[in-house]
């Protein structure tokens, strides 16, 4: 089973027009539909960042956090990385120290315990990354 660890990784954060942009890979060991994300929470420097605000971007298209358990058509596939865009009030810099932290909440379709109801899969993880170049 994959866990929290796995979410953010040395690489995870990038420059972003808008603020930051960070990759999160899939917490669990094979692809899922989108559909199966309930949840995911950011917070910046210990600053939550209200899910309305967030955006989640893979494979060119763009959804908002509360969009993401209608996607039930696009697969999130283990080596693909899912974008999440954070608008700040002012960009970050590239080299910049951001403590980030990330909780990813899956709902696994294929693991039914009773009538609408499945197994979840509660991954979160913090860590202090240095902000790369969106250029990278």
């Known amino acids: 089973m994959a866990t929290g660890d796995t979410?953010?990784?040395h690489d995870s954060l990038t420059t972003h027009p808008d603020g930051l942009a960070i990759a999160v890979t899939l917490?669990?060991?094979r692809?899922?539909?989108l559909s199966s994300v309930s949840d995911i929470a950011?917070?910046?420097d210990g600053q939550p960042i209200p899910a309305e605000?967030?955006?989640a971007e893979l494979d060119g298209h763009t959804y908002r956090i509360d969009e993401l358990p209608e996607q039930?058509?696009?697969?999130w596939f283990i080596q693909d990385r899912l974008t999440l865009v954070v608008p700040l009030d002012a960009p970050a810099a590239a080299g910049q120290h951001v403590d980030v932290e990330?909780?990813?909440d899956l709902r696994l379709p294929y693991m039914q315990i009773a009538p609408q109801k499945y197994v979840t899969n509660h991954a979160a993880t913090r860590r202090t990354l240095v902000t790369l170049g969106a250029d990278r």
């Open 27 to 29: 917490p669990w060991y």
């Open 7 to 9: 979410v953010l990784t």
């Open 102 to 104: 990330v909780t990813v």
């Open 72 to 75: 039930w058509d696009v697969l």
């Open 53 to 55: 605000r967030l955006r």
């Open 42 to 44: 950011v917070a910046v």
């Open 31 to 33: 692809s899922l539909w």
